[in-house]
């Protein structure tokens, strides 16, 4: 009985790390530009993608890009940018939401060529 125990184990874990080396593999990276001009933006930015779906988001204010590792078999990258359009900021593919864009700080409307004044 007890061999029978260590072998079912033996199994269990066989297939725990298999499934967990397979998982591991399922992200996709992509980078995109996505406006904005300053911290604050980095923070809605990359605040408006904490869903599930997505395991990393980084916003570079400098570069301009968002940095996105994904599951693509629970978020589309199409969804992706409408999650950054729908709290203010355009990307390649999307134009931001005009009441979230009128909703951002003064210093954060880029369309404006606003510069930032609390940095």
Request: with cysteine; net charge positive.
């Amino acid at each position: 009985m007890k061999k029978h125990i260590k072998i079912i184990s033996v199994l269990i874990i066989a297939i725990l790390s298999v499934n967990t080396i397979s998982a591991a593999g399922k992200f996709k990276k992509e980078s995109f530009k996505v406006s904005g001009n300053c911290g604050m933006c980095k923070t809605a930015i990359e605040g408006s993608l904490k869903v599930d779906g997505i395991e990393a988001a980084i916003w570079n204010p400098d570069t301009k890009k968002l940095q996105v590792k994904y599951d693509p078999a629970v978020i589309t990258i199409n969804k992706i940018h409408h999650l950054v359009a729908g709290a203010g900021y355009d990307t390649d593919l999307v134009k931001a939401d005009e009441k979230a864009y009128d909703g951002l700080a003064k210093c954060c409307q880029y369309r404006a060529g606003a510069k930032c004044t609390h940095e």
